[in-house]
């Protein structure tokens, strides 16, 4: 197996059978960079424009660093980038509700990610718990460790195989990540004072529905 072999499977696979999947999770990433472009034209107005803007820039390089990994087979290890994704998008919650914490951004005061869960009443409390276990560190856990060893004859997996249900469960995990992220992003325009978005968040609600529908995302 060469070391792209798997990335080049799951991109065949993406291309033909599996396409509908690919266009929901790009759509997802195109839609994102839409809103991030109505920030970049406001940054000049505001530090709120500012900071929520780069916010969902760095939010955006780790979904694509997440459907980066699960084509090459390696959504395990993918979870290290989510959680600080999950960071990205509290905090943009934050900003919304507090619009004074892009300030605390700026000048390196933003509290920590828990107090800033705890102010917003996050709700991935479990999900950070679980991935700081098992994939946020090293872990020699069996969720961490189980995917290397192929069980049927005890070899190691050195390489992640290309198969077909943990590809489609990863982009549904994908979408409705860069969706909650897309969504909130719609927000904070509407927050930070850009003209009506309504339109906006109406197109984005109903491409989140059919996405969901079509993934099976839970």
């Not at 994704?85 to 919304?96: I, M, N, P, Q, S």
Request: proline letters at 3%; charged letters at 20%; aromatic letters at 10%.
């Amino acid at each position: 197996m060469t070391i792209w072999q798997t990335r080049e499977q799951s991109q065949a696979a993406l291309d033909n059978g599996l396409n509908g999947y690919r266009e929901y999770v790009e759509g997802a990433l195109s839609r994102l960079d839409g809103i991030i472009a109505s920030f970049e034209r406001r940054q000049v107005e505001s530090l709120f424009f500012r900071v929520c803007g780069l916010t969902l820039v760095k939010a955006r390089s780790y979904i694509v660093g997440l459907y980066s990994l699960c084509l090459d087979g390696l959504g395990q290890e993918a979870g290290a980038l989510l959680r600080p994704l999950v960071e990205a998008y509290e905090a943009l919650v934050y900003f919304r509700l507090e619009p004074g914490g892009v300030a605390q951004a700026a000048e390196g005061k933003l509290p920590t990610a828990g107090a800033i869960a705890k102010k917003i009443s996050g709700r991935f409390q479990n999900m950070r718990g679980y991935l700081n276990k098992h994939a946020s560190h090293f872990s020699f856990s069996e969720e961490s460790m189980t995917h290397l060893i192929d069980f049927s004859t005890l070899e190691w997996r050195i390489s992640q195989p290309y198969m077909e249900h943990p590809l489609k469960t990863n982009m549904g995990v994908v979408f409705g990540v860069a969706m909650l992220v897309l969504m909130e992003g719609i927000n904070c325009l509407s927050v930070g004072g850009a003209a009506s978005i309504d339109e906006l968040a109406a197109e984005a609600e109903e491409f989140r529905d059919k996405g969901i529908a079509f993934l099976r995302v839970p």
